[in-house]
């Protein structure tokens, strides 16, 4: 009997486990649809109150690491980012839940339009998201183009 206790406890615990880490991942999803809501809409105070303070983002140009402080710099000089006006969504999302922290991985999928020119993008993307209280808050953002030749989604 002791046993059979003991074994429906370990079983509940982990059912209970493994769905706290669904809703966990199904909350990251919700909280990545609404940050790209916010950049479609162009919404910089919405995009910025989903990252932490520390935020770092490896952008999709190749570039150098743009940390935290890189829109108080801009606004500071008086200089702005051309970033492209996005019309993309998720494909084959993926989110790993270790405790407070998630790791998302999926393709963005679409079109980017900069100085009147669109283009055709599909972007391979690893964030890492930090819940911070009961929101998730993006502290890595690491976005590249999937190479030509590559497996289209």
């Known amino acids: 009997m002791k046993n059979k206790l003991v074994s429906a406890c370990v079983f509940f615990g982990l059912l209970g486990s493994s769905l706290a880490l669904a809703d966990d991942a199904a909350d990251v999803r919700a909280t990545i649809e609404r940050h790209y809501a916010a950049i479609h809409a162009e919404d910089r105070d919405t995009i910025l109150s989903h990252h932490l303070v520390d935020f770092t983002i490896f952008a999709p140009d190749g570039g150098v690491l743009n940390e935290s402080d890189t829109f108080e710099v801009l606004d500071r000089m008086g200089a702005t980012i051309d970033f492209p006006v996005l019309n993309v969504r998720m494909t084959n999302f993926n989110a790993q839940i270790y405790?407070?922290?998630?790791?998302?991985?999926?393709?963005?999928?679409?079109?980017?339009?900069?100085?009147?020119?669109?283009?055709?993008i599909t972007n391979r993307v690893s964030a890492v998201w930090v819940k911070s209280g009961s929101e998730w808050k993006e502290a890595h953002h690491h976005e590249s183009p999937l190479l030509s030749g590559s497996r289209k989604h």
């Open 99 to 120: 405790g407070n922290v998630a790791l998302a991985t999926f393709y963005l999928v679409g079109t980017a339009t900069r100085g009147g020119n669109t283009r055709n």
